[in-house]
């Protein structure tokens, strides 16, 4: 019943700006965590950001810290992934999952949506 799916990926130039939204159904408001995660060419899934259900507090991995913003709406039950300043080192498939909290593994994913930063 719980689905999430991602929209919003592309190709864009190095400095330049994604936003990536993910539709969340089936689950119940505020109960869990959303999170963006993305898999590189050769390499293994890792957390990019997460915004936890009990309380807002946002987390970012240190690579885009300051570069990502994440946020949700709870009322259209969208999360969003504002990429801004892209770096070639960005390029991956960017899924969205939710786990019962930030720092715990996704319960649901996504299926995925590309992001592809080159000149």
């Known amino acids: 019943q719980e689905q999430l799916v991602e929209s919003g990926g592309g190709l864009v130039q190095p400095g330049g700006s994604l936003r990536l939204s993910c539709v969340a159904s089936g689950f119940t408001l505020g109960y869990y965590a959303f999170g963006w995660y993305r898999q590189a060419p050769g390499k293994e899934r890792e957390g990019v950001s997460c915004?936890?259900?009990?309380?807002?507090?946002?987390h970012y991995a240190d690579s885009v810290r300051g570069r990502f913003t994440i946020s949700r709406d709870k009322g259209r039950k969208t999360l969003y992934l504002q990429m801004n300043d892209l770096k070639p080192e960005d390029t991956a498939v960017y899924y969205c999952g939710a786990p019962i909290e930030c720092g715990g593994s996704p319960d649901y994913w996504g299926q995925g949506t590309q992001v592809t930063v080159s000149s």
């Open positions: 915004i936890s259900g009990y309380d807002g507090s946002t």
